[in-house]
């Protein structure tokens, strides 16, 4: 697989963390892979062949040839049927919110494509991607079409991009009760505003960053032991831990040593 990362324009990037393309050949015999919540919504293009995205076992879904998809609260397992050919904008938590009406708690762990959402010039928009010659003639039409959205909603809540700034910047760790302290409105109002602008309740998204940053480390092999990751993530214990990382990437710790987040790891090389 070849995974590049782009900037976006100074511009957006309050809302959009990146870019990204990934493209590889088609497999003979190929593996189903799993995404794991990074609380960010995802902008993503086909131009290669479709994906299976399962939610049982054996049953799936092909998923639109362009959507976004939406917070997710559980792994997402997904397995190519041809040749990979993928052009993404990563958003910021809280970076979807200026672009659409659509309330992001009815988006969660679901692929909507772009017509739904957008309608006539989100069908245009996914012509204008698909038939673009270049990555970067890619990012400036979805770039003029972003401009063009924000433009029209001007849609921001700066208690909600303040209270994401904590959380990122607390890496997950810290309480609902020390969130709400920090902002000038209630839990309930806090919780309700965090359900339509993110699509999850503060302790979920706090949650999601926790799980985040100890993957990250086990994934770079940054840490000592499965004990001290723990620890450092303040988990009450390793068996806490482990609980809430099987239910997080679908595996134990022990487990992500081999190749089950292969396509999860290699979103991590662009912070």
């Not at 990362?5 to 497999?27: A, G, H, M, Q, R």
């Not at 673009?132 to 849609?155: H, M, Y």
């Not at 965090?194 to 985040?212: D, E, H, N, V, W």
Request: charged share 25%.
């Amino acid at each position: 697989m070849e995974y590049l990362t782009f900037e976006p324009n100074d511009e957006l990037s309050p809302f959009i963390k990146c870019y990204w393309t990934l493209e590889s050949p088609k497999e003979e015999a190929p593996e189903k892979q799993v995404i794991v919540p990074d609380g960010c919504m995802e902008f993503i293009f086909h131009y290669g062949d479709l994906y299976r995205q399962y939610h049982t076992e054996t049953e799936f879904l092909i998923q639109p040839r362009s959507f976004v998809i939406g917070q997710l609260t559980q792994p997402l397992e997904i397995q190519p049927i041809g040749v990979t050919g993928i052009f993404s904008a990563r958003f910021h938590p809280d970076g979807f919110l200026p672009f659409s009406d659509f309330p992001a708690d009815k988006m969660k762990n679901t692929a909507i494509s772009v017509g739904d959402l957008f309608g006539t010039e989100g069908i245009l928009l996914e012509s204008h991607i698909l038939n673009a010659p270049s990555t970067e003639a890619r990012i400036k039409v979805l770039e003029r079409f972003l401009f063009d959205q924000l433009t029209l909603k001007k849609n921001m809540d700066r208690v909600i991009k303040s209270t994401v700034e904590i959380i990122l910047t607390a890496n997950g760790q810290l309480t609902i009760e020390a969130l709400t302290q920090s902002t000038p409105i209630s839990q309930r109002q806090l919780e309700r505003r965090f359900a339509k602008a993110i699509g999850l309740s503060p302790k979920q998204l706090a949650k999601t960053i926790r799980l985040q940053t100890a993957l990250k480390k086990l994934l770079s092999n940054n840490y000592t032991s499965l004990t001290s990751l723990a620890h450092e993530g303040e988990f009450y214990d390793q068996a806490h831990f482990n609980k809430d990382f099987k239910k997080f990437t679908g595996h134990t710790p022990r487990e992500v040593y081999g190749q089950q987040l292969k396509m999860s790891s290699l979103f991590y090389g662009e912070e």
